[in-house]
């Protein structure tokens, strides 16, 4: 079924809208000179989040409509209501409204609780509605539910005025982050994306990795990975860049599910890996309260170590099936893809260099598009005329809507959880189920982290379990970076694991295959990401927490175990051939996984000791390999 296209009043409403939320942003971050031009009309920060939330949030009722007698009544009362909190912020500030409020801001709360929950379902869909719907009414019904859930209850009116009124539900930290560092990145994106960044990318894969074997999925491993990062959205991802990669790997002999699963598991990894993350790397730095250089270099290792088990999967499946590369004649030139598109290159180093070097995460992804825009317009190709540039804010201003609303709706969780003192009662109550056993408490994590990231985007499930789980497992003494690495990767499994696997079904439209069969083959593809977030958070080596020869050598044993388990998964060891032995490849492999994960010998030795674990797995390895060259007959 075709998009149906916007008309233009509506394009051109949400393009202006969405710039004009760029400008009071950039104003906000003084990139106007040094002095913000709209002062005099926003003087406190409550007004700059009802303000920006105004001038995205009610127009969701138009991007994703229903019926226009409804849809745009809906739209002017949020106005007119977030019109009525601008105006009265300074005095709701200075008499306390979140908590005491007059009887007309506590109708007009009730309103927008309604109509952003209405917004949130348009937007993110049922499952998220329903959660964010659930836990808003929280404090109302809390004196009524069993222990976990029985908090400090409040009356509707109370929560009403919370959510709205206050900066720690619907404006609490997750809506802060958007505001002040978020939304810059979500631009970055989306103009790489309209401008041909996605093309250049893919090509510049191609001419480097085109010609190995299995080429083309290890050309979808790094566009598709790179995009990811940018764009955030796994589902989003794999229909725009799966729809070039899916059919070449598909062309080099590659089975259909296979190519799903590649395209799947890589847009997936993507929001793992630094500098950018999908944004969520400026969420997590704003929860702890660190610099987001600290995240991004913490992220850094264990976002590496996937992507290198994808090459080496794809590498042992390639040279097991005879999975060639592409023809010469396919293969783009590298020469002429830099030629063509070397200014995307050089925005992206300036985004880096002002990352990474200078430091300067709220004001670097601005200033990125902005050389990328204007050294955009020397290419024939790619040059935005007018149209071009209202499609521009149009697909800007429509992401940010979206993303907005979620993280309003995501807010609603969080406030309740505050308001009710539930979020430290439900760490409590996590930590009496799991005793004294870290391990315990660990898988435990994992699972909720995994169930929960069923139902919300990655922001949204992310920001849920940083509130509830995140704060039990640290107790732990556990550091908190890991952990909230920990719970973001389990979070971001349910795009690839059945039975859910919304990565891999989307791919497995593009590749024809049996999303099934689409989703087993991304979850094997992929599973060693269901490893490093318990090698990271058992040893903080391996995300920079310490001297540096501990990070090289727990990243070393880990590249040696991962490359095991992918000779173990795929029967095939670079160098030595097939493995056709079941029972080579499980010592192979679960030798791999000790070297890999030496903690694991909190089974096998007490006290711990990395040493016990490695000589375990090195002596299942060396059991695998003299199995194989005097039994190289048993059938897989």
């Known amino acids: 079924m075709e998009k149906a296209v916007p008309h233009p009043f509506m394009r051109g409403l949400v393009a202006a809208l969405a710039t004009l939320a760029l400008i009071l942003a950039m104003d906000t971050l003084r990139l106007f000179g040094g002095e913000q031009w709209l002062s005099g009309l926003i003087g406190i920060e409550t007004q700059y989040f009802y303000a920006l939330l105004a001038l995205l949030a009610p127009w969701v009722f138009i991007t994703f409509p229903s019926k226009p007698w409804i849809d ?92 709205l009124l206050s900066i720690e539900s619907v404006f609490g930290l997750p809506f802060r982050a958007f505001a002040d560092l978020v939304i810059g990145f979500v631009v970055f994106g989306v103009v790489l994306q309209f401008t ?58 590659m089975a259909g599910e296979v190519a799903g699963g590649v395209e799947a598991c890589a847009s997936t990894g993507g929001v793992l890996l630094p500098p950018i993350m999908g944004s969520t790397a400026f969420v997590m730095a704003t929860l702890l309260d660190i610099a987001y250089i600290d995240v991004a270099a913490a992220a850094a290792l264990p976002a590496f170590l996937y992507f290198a088990s994808l090459y080496l999967q794809i590498d042992a499946y390639a040279g097991r099936e005879n999975v060639v590369g592409l023809a010469e004649e396919d293969i783009p030139s590298l020469a002429k893809t830099i ?99 870290i391990g315990l408490l660990l898988i435990m994590g994992a699972i909720t982290s995994f169930v929960l990231g069923i139902g919300m985007t990655v922001t949204a ?7 509830v789980l995140a704060p039990a497992l640290v107790s732990q003494d556990l550091n908190p970076l890991s952990v909230h690495l920990f719970i973001l990767y389990w979070a971001m499994l349910s795009y690839i694991t059945p039975p859910v696997a919304l990565g891999a079904y989307a791919a497995a439209s593009i590749a024809e295959a049996n999303p099934l069969k689409t989703g087993f083959a991304a979850m094997r593809l992929g599973s060693v ?37 992918c000779a173990g998964l795929q029967g095939y060891l670079a160098g030595l051939g097939r493995l056709d032995s079941r029972l080579v490849r499980l010592l192979i492999g679960l030798g791999g996984l000790i070297i890999a994960l030496p903690q694991l010998n909190w089974v096998l030795a007490q006290p711990p000791s990395n040493v016990a674990g490695l000589v375990v797995g090195v002596v299942m390895v060396a059991a695998g390999l003299l199995l194989r060259r005097f039994a190289p007959s048993t059938a897989a």
């Open 529 to 565: 990401i269901y490893i490093i977030p318990f090698i990271f958070v058992l040893d903080v080596a391996f995300i920079l927490q310490g001297p540096w020869y501990a990070s090289a050598q727990v990243f070393a044993e880990a590249i040696l175990g991962v490359w095991l388990i």
């Open 461 to 467: 499930a992310y920001i849920f379990l940083a509130v």
């Open 72 to 163: 745009w009544p809906l739209a002017a009362t949020f106005v007119a209501i977030l019109l009525g909190f601008f105006v009265t912020a300074e005095q709701a500030l200075d008499e306390a409204w979140e908590f005491s409020a007059p009887d007309y801001a506590v109708y007009a709360s009730l309103a927008m609780w309604l109509m952003l929950l209405e917004a949130l379902r348009r937007a993110a869909g049922w499952p998220l509605c329903l959660i964010a719907g659930a836990f808003s009414v929280l404090p109302v019904v809390t004196e009524f539910m069993p222990g976990p859930l029985n908090g400090l209850p409040s009356s509707w009116a109370e929560t009403a005025s919370y959510h």
């Open 339 to 437: 030629a063509e598109g070397w200014f995307y290159l050089g925005a992206f180093a300036l985004l880096i260099f002002l990352l990474i070097f200078l430091q300067q995460e709220s004001i670097a992804p601005y200033y990125a598009t902005a050389a990328l825009l204007v050294l955009n317009q020397f290419s024939p190709k790619h040059r935005l005329d007018l149209s071009g540039a209202v499609d521009l804010m149009y697909g800007v201003g429509k992401l940010l809507i979206e993303l907005v609303v979620v993280l309003a709706g995501v807010g609603l969780i969080v406030g309740s959880l505050s308001l009710t003192g539930l979020s430290g009662t439900l760490v409590n109550d996590l930590l009496s189920l799991a005793g004294e056993d």
């Open 196 to 253: 041909g960044g996605g093309q250049f990318f893919l090509n510049l894969a191609f001419a480097i990795l085109g010609r190995q074997r299995g080429g083309p999925a290890k050309v979808a491993i790094v566009s598709s990975g790179l995009m990811g990062s940018m764009s955030g959205s796994v589902v989003t991802n794999v229909l725009t860049t799966g729809q070039l990669t899916i059919p070449a790997m598909r062309k080099s002999g």
